[in-house]
């Protein structure tokens, strides 16, 4: 009879170490200091990175240069293939206070030229992202995130790089500019959300 207690309470006990160890990642995340960093020029990554912050909490921060692009399309693509040619790092006008104590850092940026953005490499190469979490998201006009998701692990190289996220956006070219709202923004909070899932931000 008394063996028979114990070995119900070792298994009970079992199974609750056991359910508590499979959700731990999502329960510990909730107390993980956020950062959800987004560069956006007509608002649809800056719609996602929304999106993130009502489902993870954290702080949320806009790039800004200290130079800002034109407002042509063109002349900004121009200058933007000439930037990726040189490697050229445009000065940022956002200051992030202590970066030291976020935990995990979400990197959002849309796709230009196929790449990420100058801006984004430049808070990369500014900011020591070693030893947090690092998750990409990204906005396209359809050609996909390119080889943006590739250049976030280059450029955090000690970081823990989780598996990215990437939507249709806007396209710019053809004068279609901010997309994400209405049908759209909701379909895209459940796209969120099920990456949140599969990432194990949130249960
Ligand atoms: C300079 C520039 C270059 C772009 N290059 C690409 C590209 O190579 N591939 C693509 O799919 N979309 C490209 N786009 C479109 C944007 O990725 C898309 O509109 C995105 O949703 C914009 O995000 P935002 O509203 O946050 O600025 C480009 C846009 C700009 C302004």
Request: aromatic content about 10%; glycine content about 6%; charged content about 20%.
């Amino acid at each position: 009879m008394i063996s028979e207690m114990k070995s119900t309470l070792f298994y009970s006990i079992v199974i609750v170490l056991c359910a508590s160890t499979s959700c731990s990642n999502a329960q510990s995340m909730s107390a993980k200091k956020i950062l959800i960093v987004y560069l956006s020029r007509t608002n649809n990554t800056k719609a996602i990175a929304e999106i993130i912050q009502n489902n993870v909490g954290g702080t949320l921060a806009g790039l800004e240069l200290e130079k800002p692009y034109p407002e042509n399309y063109q002349v900004t693509v121009q200058q933007v293939v000439k930037e990726n040619e040189t490697g050229y790092l445009p000065p940022l006008k956002t200051k992030i206070d202590s970066i030291e104590k976020y935990d995990v850092v979400f990197v959002g940026f849309p796709t230009w030229d196929m790449k990420m953005p100058p801006p984004m490499k430049s808070f990369l190469h500014q900011y020591n992202l070693s030893g947090k979490t690092v998750i990409p998201f990204n906005t396209n006009a359809g050609y996909g995130a390119g080889n943006s998701f590739q250049t976030v692990k280059e450029l955090c190289p000690d970081s823990k790089v989780l598996e990215g996220f990437s939507i249709t956006g806007g396209i710019e070219r053809d004068g279609v500019y901010f997309v994400i709202k209405g049908e759209k923004a909701k379909k895209a909070e459940t796209e969120v959300r099920k990456w949140l899932r599969k990432i194990k931000l949130t249960e």
